[in-house]
């Protein structure tokens, strides 16, 4: 049995699939195409947006879809209420996307640094590949948990060591964050990305 969220299909992008997107996305996506083409009137964004996910969750057969077939079912709306500059000008880019580091540093195995940063940069490596604007990361204090160890060392120069190595951890692993998606976007656009504790 698949239970999908919000009763939506599954978004194809490539080698993965992407659940839990709502029709924000879709209306920023759609509000940056009425820049490009200077529409100043983009308050219709919210409900195409509102019309696609109802379609996506009402008619849409399957449990996958691609993304180029929501794209052009946001096309098709916008020509059907006379805003054809603003459909030729979308580019729907992904959804946002969430990774949880807490589950990643649990993959490598506590305390494995090397393993965790191989996975979260094979992981960062699909991710960036689609074309997303979007990245959040969340479980940082988690992964800390795991990689760095919960339980202080006995004695104040221990406890010092503990609190200092969670804090070179987390400074380490939102730096690697930060460059992954500077080399990814170099030239080709803006990700926004956030981190989460």
């Given at each position: 049995?698949?239970?999908?969220?919000?009763?939506?299909?599954?978004?194809?992008?490539?080698?993965?699939?992407?659940?839990?997107?709502?029709?924000?996305?879709?209306?920023?996506?759609?509000?940056?195409?009425?820049?490009?083409?200077?529409?100043?009137?983009?308050?219709?964004?919210?409900?195409?947006?509102?019309?696609?996910?109802?379609?996506?969750?009402?008619?849409?057969?399957?449990?996958?879809?691609?993304?180029?077939?929501?794209?052009?079912?946001?096309?098709?709306c916008l020509r059907a209420?006379?805003?054809?500059?603003?459909?030729?000008?979308?580019?729907?880019?992904?959804?946002?996307?969430?990774?949880?580091?807490?589950?990643?540093?649990?993959?490598?195995?506590?305390?494995?640094?090397?393993?965790?940063?191989?996975?979260?940069?094979?992981?960062?490596?699909?991710?960036?590949?689609?074309?997303?604007?979007?990245?959040?990361?969340?479980?940082?204090?988690?992964?800390?948990?795991?990689?760095?160890?919960?339980?202080?060392?006995?004695?104040?120069?221990?406890?010092?060591?503990?609190?200092?190595?969670?804090?070179?951890?987390?400074?380490?692993?939102?730096?690697?964050?930060?460059?992954?998606?500077?080399?990814?976007?170099?030239?080709?656009?803006?990700?926004?990305?956030?981190v989460e504790r």
């Open positions: 049995m698949v239970c999908l969220h919000e009763n939506v299909p599954l978004i194809r992008m490539g080698d993965f699939d992407v659940g839990c997107y709502d029709q924000s996305w879709i209306g920023a996506e759609i509000r940056h195409a009425a820049d490009r083409v200077g529409d100043v009137a983009g308050g219709f964004s919210t409900e195409v947006a509102e019309s696609v996910i109802r379609f996506l969750r009402d008619h849409c057969r399957g449990n996958v879809i691609g993304l180029d077939a929501v794209a052009e079912q946001v096309r098709c209420i006379g805003r054809p500059g603003v459909a030729g000008a979308l580019e729907l880019k992904a959804p946002p996307v969430y990774v949880h580091l807490g589950e990643l540093a649990s993959r490598s195995g506590g305390g494995f640094e090397l393993g965790f940063y191989a996975i979260f940069s094979a992981r960062l490596e699909l991710l960036l590949r689609p074309g997303i604007r979007s990245l959040t990361l969340g479980g940082l204090e988690a992964a800390i948990d795991l990689l760095a160890g919960s339980q202080p060392v006995p004695g104040e120069k221990g406890k010092r060591g503990v609190i200092a190595t969670r804090d070179r951890l987390r400074g380490e692993i939102v730096d690697f964050a930060r460059a992954a998606v500077r080399r990814h976007v170099r030239g080709v656009g803006v990700v926004r990305l956030t």
